[in-house]
């Protein structure tokens, strides 16, 4: 397998010649905390991967064994005037709407602290792993403040509002076996296991047909939004545009061959 590696100053980038990319945020020293520099080259990096037609799934991870990320820099904000404040809000807020707008999925290997804009980045995520060590939370109203980069609107809507309200309002962490009772996390591994679990599944999600896994997440992500005849509709259009398809073709052709189907991504 070949790669192709990429180091910026604060994020680090391998992308794969199967179709799977790992991003690693690497701050060791300040725990991966947000600050412009990395904001910009997260802009960056998924701006290219948006039009990476070859690209079929994505890992975000960190290095070291400590955090996944801990939000905001802060020590950078503290430096900044209001202005400055807004323009580093809004850089992170780009990369947000960049990445939530990418139609590949992204799979966050979360070890250690996960928090703030960082428990964020994890929300946004398709598939969220994580280490027994792991722990999630949204401490931004300990600081007079809230969450700003969705964590209000994703949290609920995968706990639930109750759920959601007690982090929120209380700034509690939760561990690993929480995050995965209130559905954040759906797996769990030990520490040395993280990484290349995290790869399979990745490597599992970039073989199957691309067609397909847009369809599936567009389903979920935009029907999930629907009320639930409209959400059918929607589904059904998706469905019978993939019953179309050559990969649809293939795929049954394949199955009574008995052989692995070539997805041509159309």
Not at 8 to 35: F, K, M
Not at 53 to 65: D, E, H, M, P
Not at 97 to 102: K, P
Request: proline share 3%; aromatic share 4%; charged share 25%.
């Amino acid at each position: 397998m070949n790669s192709t590696f990429l180091e910026y100053s604060t994020i680090n980038v391998e992308r794969r010649d199967n179709g799977v990319a790992i991003l690693t945020l690497n701050r060791p020293d300040a725990l991966h905390a947000l600050n412009s520099v990395m904001a910009n080259e997260l802009i960056r990096q998924f701006s290219d991967w948006a039009v990476d037609t070859r690209l079929r799934c994505i890992v975000i991870t960190a290095s070291g064994l400590r955090a996944f990320c801990v939000g905001a820099d802060l020590k950078e904000r503290n430096c900044l005037d209001e202005d400055g404040i807004r323009r580093q809000h809004a850089l992170f807020r780009l990369f947000l709407m960049i990445r939530l707008s990418l139609d590949i999925p992204v799979i966050a290997a979360v070890q250690g602290v996960a928090l703030g804009g960082g428990a964020e980045i994890a929300l946004a995520s398709d598939i969220v792993l994580a280490t027994e060590e792991a722990e999630f939370g949204l401490p931004e109203i300990g600081l007079g403040i809230m969450p700003g980069l969705g964590g209000t609107q994703l949290l609920p809507r995968i706990t639930g509002r109750g759920r959601a309200l007690e982090m929120l309002l209380t700034g509690e962490r939760i561990n690993a076996e929480e995050a995965q009772e209130y559905g954040i996390v759906s797996r769990i591994f030990p520490q040395k296991e993280m990484l290349s679990r995290a790869l399979e599944k990745a490597e599992q999600v970039a073989r199957m047909p691309p067609l397909a896994v847009r369809s599936i997440r567009r389903a979920v992500h935009i029907g999930g939004e629907l009320d639930l005849n409209s959400g059918l509709a929607y589904e059904l259009a998706l469905h019978q545009r993939l019953m179309a398809s050559e990969d649809r073709t293939e795929g049954v052709r394949a199955f009574i061959e008995k052989r692995t189907p070539t997805w041509r991504g159309r």
